[in-house]
């Protein structure tokens, strides 16, 4: 089945720091991945995704993320965090649905 | 352009008692997708339309969920009767139709908690 890991539950860094979110995912087949964020009282918002080609992808307000195939990952960061940055992180992964992992909670501390 | 809307943001209802989520999509989106989010816990799939057609309902829970996108709009999502381990936020998505690199456009989801 598939299934997708962020190992990082909770996560408190300090503005100008920088961040790396892990993701694993588990499925067999061609992969499209996605990194979503949502901010206090928001919506989910696309911060970038993965589907061919580069494997190292850019996305909104500064973030990257890089597909390893080998390591089944697709690890998101960000070299310096601004407060901003404080919400919850969800990796996915899709096939005609989406298969999300538990997300992680970023806290940015001005 | 307005976004995926759903409809009400909070609902706290009691044991036994039904609800009725709504959600519409983004106009001309043929995809609509049904997602739940327990407290701490991933967000889980509930159901896949496509126009007014169930795709996949593979996640929803139990025969207490019901969900219909008549006329391949708008979709309602009816818990009858809630239980306590139904609350959670309740997420739905909009696409096109295309590939899986395709985006799909989520709403702010609907908070319930079931007392």
């Known amino acids: 089945a598939q299934s997708v890991s962020q190992h990082n539950h909770h996560v408190i860094l300090s503005e100008a720091a920088s961040l790396e979110l892990g993701c694993n995912y588990s499925?067999?087949?061609?992969?499209?991945l996605f990194w979503y964020v949502q901010y206090p009282g928001q919506h989910l918002q696309l911060l970038l995704k993965?589907?061919?080609?580069?494997?190292l992808v850019k996305g909104i307000k500064g973030f990257e993320a890089e597909f390893i195939k080998s390591k089944f990952s697709f690890n998101l960061r960000k070299p310096s965090v601004q407060w901003s940055d404080t919400a919850e992180y969800f990796c996915?992964?899709?096939?005609?649905?989406?298969?999300f992992g538990t997300g992680t909670r970023l806290k940015v501390l001005a | 352009e307005a976004g995926v809307t759903q409809f009400p943001s909070h609902s706290v209802i009691e044991k036994g008692q039904t609800v009725t989520l709504r959600c519409d999509p983004i106009?001309?989106?043929?995809?609509l997708y049904w997602y739940r989010r327990v407290m701490g816990k991933e967000i889980k799939f509930l159901l896949h339309f496509v126009k007014e057609s169930k795709q996949d309902e593979s996640g929803m829970p139990n025969n207490r969920f019901l969900a219909e996108r008549t006329g391949g709009t708008y979709s309602t999502l009816k818990v009858q009767p809630a239980e306590l381990e139904d609350s959670g936020v309740y997420f739905c998505?909009?696409?096109?139709?295309?590939?899986?690199?395709?985006?799909?456009?989520f709403g702010q989801g609907t908070r319930l908690t079931v007392v």
């Open positions: 998505a909009s696409s096109q139709v295309g590939g899986a690199g395709t985006e799909a456009f």
């Open positions: 106009s001309g989106h043929d995809n």
């Open positions: 993965y589907f061919s080609g580069d494997p």
């Open positions: 499925y067999g087949g061609t992969v499209n």
């Open positions: 996915a992964v899709r096939t005609y649905k989406y298969i």
